[in-house]
T-cell receptor
Framework: GQQLNQSPQSMFIQEGEDVSMNCTSS?????WLWYKQDPGEGPVLLIA?????ELTSNGRLTAQFGITRKDSFLNISASIPSDVGIYFC???????????FGGGTRLMVKP | DTEVTQTPKHLVMGMTNKKSLKCEQH?????MYWYKQKAKKPPELMFV???????INESVPSRFSPECPNSSLLNLHLHALQPEDSALYLC??????????????FGPGTRLTVL
Protein backbone atom coordinates (compact mmCIF):
# COMPACT_ATOMS: atom_id res chain seq x y z
CA GLY A 1 0.00 0.00 0.00
CA GLN A 2 0.93 3.65 -0.08
CA GLN A 3 3.32 4.98 2.49
CA LEU A 4 4.50 8.41 3.47
CA ASN A 5 8.07 8.59 4.69
CA GLN A 6 8.36 11.35 7.26
CA SER A 7 11.67 12.60 8.59
CA PRO A 8 13.22 13.13 10.96
CA GLN A 9 11.51 10.79 13.43
CA SER A 10 12.46 13.07 16.31
CA MET A 11 14.20 16.38 16.90
CA PHE A 12 15.54 17.96 20.09
CA ILE A 13 16.25 21.64 19.57
CA GLN A 14 16.96 24.81 21.49
CA GLU A 15 14.22 27.41 21.90
CA GLY A 16 14.51 30.02 19.18
CA GLU A 17 15.89 27.65 16.54
CA ASP A 18 14.17 27.00 13.23
CA VAL A 19 12.85 23.51 12.47
CA SER A 20 12.30 21.68 9.21
CA MET A 21 10.62 18.33 8.58
CA ASN A 22 9.45 16.64 5.42
CA CYS A 23 7.39 13.86 3.92
CA THR A 24 8.05 11.94 0.74
CA SER A 25 6.04 9.43 -1.21
CA SER A 26 6.64 7.07 -4.10
CA UNK A 27 3.29 8.07 -5.59
CA UNK A 28 1.56 11.34 -6.40
CA UNK A 29 -0.72 13.07 -3.91
CA UNK A 30 -3.25 15.78 -4.70
CA UNK A 31 -3.51 17.13 -1.17
CA TRP A 32 -0.99 17.50 1.62
CA LEU A 33 -2.00 18.24 5.19
CA TRP A 34 0.09 18.94 8.27
CA TYR A 35 -1.22 18.17 11.77
CA LYS A 36 0.16 18.67 15.28
CA GLN A 37 -0.77 16.35 18.13
CA ASP A 38 -0.22 17.11 21.80
CA PRO A 39 -0.01 14.21 24.29
CA GLY A 40 -3.44 12.73 25.02
CA GLU A 41 -5.18 14.95 22.48
CA GLY A 42 -6.37 14.61 18.90
CA PRO A 43 -4.40 15.94 15.91
CA VAL A 44 -4.99 19.60 15.09
CA LEU A 45 -4.90 20.70 11.46
CA LEU A 46 -2.16 23.28 10.88
CA ILE A 47 -1.94 23.74 7.12
CA ALA A 48 -3.66 22.29 4.04
CA UNK A 49 -2.01 22.37 0.59
CA UNK A 50 -3.87 21.73 -2.65
CA UNK A 51 -1.61 22.84 -5.53
CA UNK A 52 1.83 21.66 -6.62
CA UNK A 53 4.34 24.35 -5.72
CA GLU A 54 1.98 26.01 -3.25
CA LEU A 55 3.66 27.70 -0.30
CA THR A 56 1.39 28.50 2.65
CA SER A 57 2.06 30.12 6.00
CA ASN A 58 0.23 29.99 9.31
CA GLY A 59 2.01 32.27 11.78
CA ARG A 60 5.50 30.88 12.34
CA LEU A 61 4.68 27.78 10.28
CA THR A 62 5.32 27.49 6.56
CA ALA A 63 4.54 24.46 4.42
CA GLN A 64 5.10 23.69 0.75
CA PHE A 65 3.54 21.25 -1.69
CA GLY A 66 6.40 19.82 -3.76
CA ILE A 67 6.48 20.42 -7.49
CA THR A 68 6.62 16.68 -8.19
CA ARG A 69 3.52 16.20 -5.97
CA LYS A 70 5.45 13.48 -4.14
CA ASP A 71 6.70 15.51 -1.21
CA SER A 72 5.96 18.30 1.23
CA PHE A 73 7.87 20.09 3.95
CA LEU A 74 6.95 22.00 7.09
CA ASN A 75 9.14 24.71 8.61
CA ILE A 76 8.70 26.23 12.05
CA SER A 77 10.60 29.44 12.68
CA ALA A 78 11.83 30.69 16.06
CA SER A 79 10.59 27.66 18.01
CA ILE A 80 9.02 28.07 21.44
CA PRO A 81 8.31 25.50 24.17
CA SER A 82 4.64 25.12 23.18
CA ASP A 83 5.76 23.82 19.76
CA VAL A 84 6.52 20.52 21.52
CA GLY A 85 4.44 17.66 20.17
CA ILE A 86 4.19 15.19 17.32
CA TYR A 87 3.77 16.56 13.80
CA PHE A 88 2.11 14.35 11.19
CA CYS A 89 1.94 14.85 7.46
CA UNK A 90 -1.02 13.33 5.63
CA UNK A 91 -1.81 13.02 1.95
CA UNK A 92 -4.78 12.22 -0.23
CA UNK A 93 -4.62 10.98 -3.81
CA UNK A 94 -8.35 11.27 -4.45
CA UNK A 95 -8.92 7.82 -2.94
CA UNK A 96 -12.27 8.85 -1.57
CA UNK A 97 -12.05 10.38 1.88
CA UNK A 98 -8.97 8.45 2.92
CA UNK A 99 -5.80 10.06 4.20
CA UNK A 100 -2.40 8.38 4.29
CA PHE A 101 -0.37 9.48 7.32
CA GLY A 102 3.36 9.79 7.76
CA GLY A 103 5.02 8.19 10.78
CA GLY A 104 5.28 11.49 12.65
CA THR A 105 8.07 13.78 13.83
CA ARG A 106 8.42 14.17 17.58
CA LEU A 107 9.64 17.69 18.39
CA MET A 108 11.18 18.55 21.72
CA VAL A 109 12.20 22.13 22.54
CA LYS A 110 14.67 22.98 25.27
CA PRO A 111 13.94 26.35 26.93
CA ASP B 1 -19.04 25.77 16.37
CA THR B 2 -15.80 24.41 14.91
CA GLU B 3 -15.34 21.52 17.30
CA VAL B 4 -15.56 17.76 17.25
CA THR B 5 -16.42 16.50 20.72
CA GLN B 6 -15.94 12.97 22.04
CA THR B 7 -17.17 11.25 25.18
CA PRO B 8 -15.99 9.77 27.40
CA LYS B 9 -12.45 11.13 27.67
CA HIS B 10 -11.27 7.92 29.35
CA LEU B 11 -12.83 4.45 29.47
CA VAL B 12 -11.72 1.31 31.26
CA MET B 13 -13.62 -1.86 30.45
CA GLY B 14 -13.38 -5.59 30.94
CA MET B 15 -13.34 -8.04 28.09
CA THR B 16 -16.96 -9.03 28.69
CA ASN B 17 -18.32 -5.47 28.89
CA LYS B 18 -20.36 -3.60 26.32
CA LYS B 19 -19.66 0.12 26.02
CA SER B 20 -20.08 2.90 23.47
CA LEU B 21 -17.96 5.81 22.36
CA LYS B 22 -19.73 8.95 21.18
CA CYS B 23 -18.72 11.71 18.78
CA GLU B 24 -20.55 14.88 17.82
CA GLN B 25 -19.91 17.75 15.40
CA HIS B 26 -21.98 20.77 14.39
CA UNK B 27 -19.91 22.01 11.45
CA UNK B 28 -22.33 20.67 8.86
CA UNK B 29 -19.84 18.00 7.82
CA UNK B 30 -21.38 14.99 6.13
CA UNK B 31 -18.35 12.68 6.37
CA MET B 32 -17.32 11.23 9.72
CA TYR B 33 -14.51 8.86 10.65
CA TRP B 34 -13.29 6.55 13.37
CA TYR B 35 -9.54 6.07 13.82
CA LYS B 36 -7.52 3.95 16.23
CA GLN B 37 -4.16 5.26 17.41
CA LYS B 38 -1.51 3.34 19.30
CA ALA B 39 1.25 5.13 21.20
CA LYS B 40 3.86 6.84 19.01
CA LYS B 41 2.04 5.75 15.83
CA PRO B 42 -0.10 7.65 13.32
CA PRO B 43 -3.89 7.24 13.36
CA GLU B 44 -5.21 4.13 11.59
CA LEU B 45 -8.51 4.46 9.76
CA MET B 46 -11.29 2.12 10.93
CA PHE B 47 -14.56 3.38 9.41
CA VAL B 48 -15.85 6.16 7.16
CA UNK B 49 -19.45 7.38 7.03
CA UNK B 50 -20.55 9.58 4.15
CA UNK B 51 -24.04 11.09 4.28
CA UNK B 52 -24.83 8.81 7.22
CA UNK B 53 -24.00 5.66 5.26
CA UNK B 54 -21.03 3.42 5.96
CA UNK B 55 -18.72 3.84 2.97
CA ILE B 56 -15.45 2.34 4.21
CA ASN B 57 -14.75 -0.46 6.69
CA GLU B 58 -11.04 -1.15 6.89
CA SER B 59 -11.50 -4.84 7.75
CA VAL B 60 -12.22 -4.00 11.37
CA PRO B 61 -13.21 -6.94 13.66
CA SER B 62 -16.92 -7.23 14.35
CA ARG B 63 -16.41 -6.51 18.06
CA PHE B 64 -16.31 -2.87 16.88
CA SER B 65 -19.69 -1.75 15.55
CA PRO B 66 -20.13 1.80 14.20
CA GLU B 67 -23.41 3.68 14.02
CA CYS B 68 -24.32 7.05 12.55
CA PRO B 69 -27.77 8.02 13.93
CA ASN B 70 -27.79 11.41 12.15
CA SER B 71 -25.49 13.84 10.38
CA SER B 72 -24.04 15.21 13.63
CA LEU B 73 -23.52 12.03 15.64
CA LEU B 74 -21.25 9.03 15.32
CA ASN B 75 -21.08 6.14 17.78
CA LEU B 76 -18.71 3.22 18.16
CA HIS B 77 -20.18 0.25 20.03
CA LEU B 78 -17.67 -2.02 21.73
CA HIS B 79 -18.24 -5.61 22.80
CA ALA B 80 -15.93 -8.44 23.85
CA LEU B 81 -12.78 -6.40 23.28
CA GLN B 82 -9.27 -7.71 23.79
CA PRO B 83 -6.44 -6.05 25.75
CA GLU B 84 -4.67 -5.27 22.46
CA ASP B 85 -7.63 -3.05 21.55
CA SER B 86 -6.45 -0.58 24.18
CA ALA B 87 -5.65 2.65 22.32
CA LEU B 88 -6.71 6.25 21.70
CA TYR B 89 -9.88 6.26 19.57
CA LEU B 90 -10.26 9.36 17.47
CA CYS B 91 -13.29 10.69 15.68
CA UNK B 92 -12.94 13.10 12.77
CA UNK B 93 -15.24 14.89 10.35
CA UNK B 94 -14.97 16.63 7.00
CA UNK B 95 -16.99 17.85 4.06
CA UNK B 96 -17.52 14.79 1.81
CA UNK B 97 -17.02 16.79 -1.39
CA UNK B 98 -15.68 20.12 -2.54
CA UNK B 99 -12.27 21.76 -2.46
CA UNK B 100 -11.73 21.28 1.28
CA UNK B 101 -13.09 17.76 1.58
CA UNK B 102 -9.73 16.33 2.57
CA UNK B 103 -9.47 18.59 5.62
CA UNK B 104 -10.38 16.27 8.45
CA UNK B 105 -10.98 17.78 11.88
CA PHE B 106 -10.29 15.54 14.83
CA GLY B 107 -11.86 15.29 18.26
CA PRO B 108 -9.77 14.99 21.44
CA GLY B 109 -10.12 11.21 21.49
CA THR B 110 -11.22 8.57 23.99
CA ARG B 111 -8.42 6.77 25.81
CA LEU B 112 -9.63 3.15 26.04
CA THR B 113 -8.09 0.57 28.34
CA VAL B 114 -9.27 -3.05 28.11
CA LEU B 115 -8.46 -5.20 31.12
Amino acid sequence: GQQLNQSPQSMFIQEGEDVSMNCTSSSIFNTWLWYKQDPGEGPVLLIALYKAGELTSNGRLTAQFGITRKDSFLNISASIPSDVGIYFCAGNNNAGNMLTFGGGTRLMVKP
Amino acid sequence: DTEVTQTPKHLVMGMTNKKSLKCEQHMGHRAMYWYKQKAKKPPELMFVYSYEKLSINESVPSRFSPECPNSSLLNLHLHALQPEDSALYLCASSHPTGSSYNEQFFGPGTRLTVL
